[in-house]
């Protein structure tokens, strides 16, 4: 349980990532509290997608000036969290890409 009252927490749930594709989802938040992203991505058949990574990115709606505030990937579960601060007229983008490969040498 989490006593910080100023601590919004947001679940995802999106639909399954196909190798090679990216899947946005842009969100408004509550402007200057301290908000939790935090979801699981999964591949197809549901199968947790270990190691996918998440980027959030800033964006200026008044002249469209886009800032990176980071990446985040999902861990042994598919699951990821990432804590944003947000400014009240940004707009956020989450961009999930699905997990490499693992390259088995051949």
Request: hydrophobic share 35%; charged share 25%.
């Amino acid at each position: 349980m989490n006593n910080n009252k100023n601590l919004n927490c947001i679940l995802i749930r999106g639909k399954s990532l196909k190798p090679g594709k990216k899947n946005i989802l842009n969100l408004t938040l509550d402007a200057e509290k301290s908000t939790l992203i935090k979801g699981t991505v999964y591949e197809g058949k549901c199968v947790p997608s270990v190691g996918a990574s998440i980027k959030v990115v800033e964006i200026n709606p008044l002249n469209k000036k886009r800032k990176v505030l980071g990446y985040t990937y999902t861990d042994d579960k598919g699951e990821y969290q990432f804590k944003v601060i947000p400014i009240s007229y940004m707009l956020y983008e989450f961009t999930v890409y699905s997990a490499l490969k693992q390259w088995n040498g051949e």
